[in-house]
């Protein structure tokens, strides 16, 4: 394009719109309008969360959804964080955010780590029958979660972890595994093999290798695993709600129960600082890990 | 003294034999290299003799100890790979220092060793560096180094130059050489390159299709090729062969090619000829010359084609509805079309069974 029009004599390129020009601002026109709407659908209901979450319930009741908050105030946070009714108990969310957090952090750690050592041997220790394993693995991706509810179920009351927190972090760690093994044993294949002979010949064994040559070569396919993991596990509902009781239920639960409240007024501020609140976590996690994410999920497209 | 000894060895992936019945003896101080076709199982020998690979049947013994079930790191073996495999988020000094300290040697043994290899390689400089911030010699000069500094009874080279360019590849194998020169480790080098087998074994191992073909010193191996296949694969251009029948008249032998009989009174046979059997006769181009007038034997023949190398002119002449190339000196031109008087250098022939495909 920019060549086109260099060529062209002065006179004729001052000013002058020319139809390829027309065409491709056009076409400019066309995709900012296109990411313009898609950004306003993400965007819109955020705005909508964070502003009437500073507003009061008489300016909420005065309707007004898109208008910024008149007298902001941050009464619904802290009424949300620690105050709110939920259930029998009025202390707020914090509890169970401590839940999300005690369920979610070992979770995600132990089903992380498990799935890279998997992985790891899948594609680089061949052992007879490891293509069953692998199949079975796969194959465990697509357990519809329904399916195992109630085997579960007996299966934690029979370990005495029906209701804990211990239990939630044992599911979520076995139905983590497929996953993260399937992600990092696709991403191991791509390590070259002579490496692994190089470091047999100088004398490392099996977790040497892995810690120590493997691991270091991972860090994208390591933070893909701990987000989609992070982010599963927190936001995960099913679970949360049939194998918690109300001591050790996690954040979607207790969000659940304080929105679908029938008593009294509807508080929305509280429930849009509670949402947000809940959403936090893996907001964060995303916009301090983001980046790597990305380059992680494009690793094997542009390696050669 | 037998520093290596491959007895019976056998491999199979599934019913496909990848090596049937190898038997080898590796003196010390000996050069080997495995020389083959792609797919003819050489790097799976070697990776057999390394215990990266695990053997369907037979013995390998290092150093005199039968190291069959034997970890590779038990081995006392370094190896040097074709993609160099060196670890990428190491520095240099640290894939040198890797193997030693994964043997518990103290950091103050280590550091002065792997700093006396690096300079002896040339590579003191780039001890810092990671391997993406290297060239492909220098990375394949660190994959050395780091052999080195382990110091092993037996130095394993899997095709180390092949990822090379031309020029770097002949000064690297001139490395390899001296090298091996001045430290005299036994080394097992894979290569399909014959000008790297031709140059750096003591001996070589010519193999095909998972079985040796033949072992022996370089020039042995390329003037007295034991069968076709090894006359056919060393030696560029390829040797010429001629089809014929062996004439026996009392107790002069001659061979019936066609075009020409050619003499065999002075061929040394390792079975008894008989009148009339099949037979290939081989010469190299080089023993093909421009006649100069004392040859027992000589051809006039037409040049269809030349080619210039630069050093020589390759003439192929017909002969008969065959054809045979010889390789002339550069400041012999012969013009195309017009016959030339060539000698044929009879010291040089092979002679092989038609069908058995055996030299006799």
């Known amino acids: ?304 | 003294m037998i520093d290596i000894r491959i007895s019976s060895c056998n491999k199979n992936y599934g019913s496909l034999r990848v090596l049937k019945d190898i038997n080898l003896e590796i003196e010390r101080g000996e050069f080997i290299v495995l020389l083959g076709p792609s797919g003819c199982g050489k790097s799976t020998l070697l990776h057999i003799v390394a215990g990266l690979d695990r053997l369907s049947s037979g013995a390998i013994e290092i150093g005199g100890r039968d190291v069959t079930d034997v970890e590779p790191k038990d081995r006392d073996i370094a190896m040097v790979f074709q993609s160099y495999a060196l670890y990428p988020t190491m520095s240099v000094r640290s894939n040198m220092e890797f193997g030693l300290r994964m043997r518990g040697k103290p950091m103050a043994e280590i550091r002065p060793l792997v700093e006396e290899k690096a300079r002896m390689l040339h590579i003191d400089h780039l001890l810092d560096r990671r391997p993406s911030q290297l060239s492909g010699g220098q990375r394949q000069r660190v994959a050395i180094g780091r052999a080195l500094v382990r110091d092993p009874k037996v130095f394993l080279f899997d095709e180390p130059l092949s990822n090379l360019d031309a020029k770097l590849r002949a000064s690297m194998r001139t490395e390899i050489k001296k090298l091996h020169q001045s430290l005299g480790t036994t080394a097992i080098y894979v290569t399909h390159d014959q000008l790297e087998a031709m140059t750096l074994a003591t001996r070589m191992v010519v193999m095909k299709a998972g079985e040796i073909q033949q072992v022996g010193k370089p020039e042995e191996v390329y003037h007295r090729p034991v069968n076709l296949f090894v006359a056919d694969f060393l030696g560029n251009p390829g040797m010429n062969f001629m089809k014929g029948h062996l004439r026996l008249d009392g107790n002069r032998v001659s061979a019936d090619v066609g075009a020409a009989t050619i003499p065999l009174d002075g061929y040394a046979f390792d079975e008894k000829p008989t009148d009339g059997q099949a037979v290939v006769v081989g010469l190299r181009p080089e023993s093909v010359q421009p006649a100069t007038g004392g040859e027992p034997f000589s051809l006039t023949l037409k040049p269809t084609l030349i080619e210039h190398t630069g050093s020589d002119n390759l003439v192929v002449l017909a002969m008969g509805s065959e054809e045979i190339v010889g390789k002339f000196p550069s400041d012999m031109l012969p013009k195309l079309g017009e016959p030339v008087t060539v000698g044929f250098d009879l010291s040089r022939l092979s002679v092989f069974d038609a069908t058995t495909e055996r030299r006799i």
């Open chain 1, 1 to 304: 394009m920019s060549t086109s029009t260099d060529a062209m004599p002065r006179a004729q390129r001052a000013g002058w719109l020319t139809p390829r020009r027309a065409k491709a601002i056009l076409k400019r026109g066309v995709l900012y309008l296109l990411l313009a709407i898609v950004a306003f659908f993400f965007a819109g209901p955020l705005y909508i969360l964070l502003s009437t979450s500073f507003k009061t319930m008489p300016e909420i009741q005065a309707g007004g959804l898109m208008s910024l908050p008149h007298e902001p105030t941050t009464q619904a946070w802290v009424t949300a964080w620690g105050e709110a009714c939920i259930g029998i108990t009025c202390g707020g969310l914090k509890g169970y955010f401590g839940n999300s957090m005690i369920m979610a952090v070992p979770a995600v750690l132990i089903s992380v780590m498990i799935g890279a050592i998997n992985g790891y041997a899948l594609a680089k220790w061949p052992f007879p029958g490891a293509r069953f394993v692998f199949a079975a693995l796969v194959a465990g991706n697509f357990v519809p979660f329904q399916v195992v509810l109630a085997p579960v179920s007996v299966t934690l009351r029979t370990l005495g972890l029906f209701g804990s927190v211990e239990g939630l972090i044992l599911i979520h760690v076995i139905y983590g595994i497929p996953i993260t093994t399937m992600l990092f044993r696709n991403f191991f294949l791509s390590v070259p093999n002579d490496l692994i002979k190089a470091a047999r010949i100088d004398g490392a064994g099996f977790f040497w290798i892995f810690f120590r040559i493997v691991l270091p070569l991972s860090p994208s396919v390591i933070v893909v695993a701990l987000i989609l993991q992070f982010t599963g596990i927190w936001n995960d509902f099913l679970f949360a709600v049939s194998f918690s009781n109300p001591s050790s239920a996690p954040m979607t639960v207790a969000l659940n129960n304080l929105v679908n409240s029938n008593f009294g007024v509807k508080e929305y501020n509280v429930h849009m600082a509670a949402t947000v609140i809940a959403a936090a976590p893996t907001l964060i996690l995303y916009i301090l890990l983001g980046r790597y994410f990305l380059r992680g999920m494009t690793a094997g497209a542009v390696k050669g």
